[in-house]
């Protein structure tokens, strides 16, 4: 993945809030980014395949630097999509704790960064379990990748800016704050439909594509 500094986006915002620091502009930047990824759901990635282990059903989820986890969005086991289930379904499904078995499941829960199939696999096999996660930056994030920048810039500089207007500042405005975060819902919103629309298509395939 490439990345792109958060001040390369300062030039589509700080014309529109003059008076606003460069680096109160990055800090609702990076604010921006987060809240667009988390409604959206639009940065998506295949995450390294994981070996599994024989007796063990937990799973640390490989994050790519620059990048913290908004959800799971899907599971697969070589081939086959495996099913999200909360830990509570695992009885009606007929798995007890301690049943090994072929993966055929698997839940998220607690430690936001541990994932964990079902049954308990009997056998290690390398390069077996892929997850498609929804990502988003992380807080302490200097850099945003680039898909962002090149697709969403604007989108994300009026985020930025709905903040920066909320500042008790005398160069900020209530009337823009509530344009520029009308604008940025409305953004959100679009895409959000966007991905979900293409993501059902997408979850038609059994097989996971890496792009």
């Known amino acids: 993945m490439n990345f792109v500094p958060l001040d390369d986006f300062l030039p589509m915002v700080l014309p529109f809030a003059r008076g606003a620091s460069d680096l109160a502009a990055m800090v609702e930047i990076r604010n921006a980014a987060i809240e667009f990824c988390q409604k959206t759901k639009v940065w998506r990635e295949l995450l390294e395949p994981q070996n599994l282990v024989a ?9 790519p630097d620059g990048a913290d986890l908004v ?26 704790p301690g049943k090994t078995g072929t993966p ?5 829960y607690g430690d936001l960064f541990i994932l964990r199939v ?8 390398t390069q077996a379990l892929t997850v498609r996660a ?4 992380p807080r302490d994030a200097d850099e945003l990748v680039d898909v962002l920048f090149r697709r969403y810039a604007t989108e994300i500089a009026d985020g930025a800016l709905a903040r920066l207007h909320t500042y008790d500042e005398k160069w900020a405005s209530a009337t823009k704050a509530r ?22 298509r997408a979850k038609r395939r059994t097989t996971p594509a890496y792009f």
Do not use: W
């Open 104 to 108: 055929e499941c698997y839940t998220h």
């Open 134 to 137: 929804v990502l988003m930056p």
């Open 71 to 96: 959800e799971v969005a899907e599971v697969f086991y070589h081939r086959d999509t495996l099913d999200p289930v909360a830990e509570d379904g695992l009885k009606a499904r007929g798995i007890y």
């Open 55 to 63: 007796g063990v059903a937990d799973i640390e989820l490989p994050l």
């Open 179 to 200: 344009e520029y975060a009308e604008k940025f819902r409305g953004a959100c919103d679009s895409v959000h439909h966007k991905v979900s629309k293409s993501n059902t």
């Open 118 to 125: 079902a049954p308990i696999p009997p056998i290690s096999e």
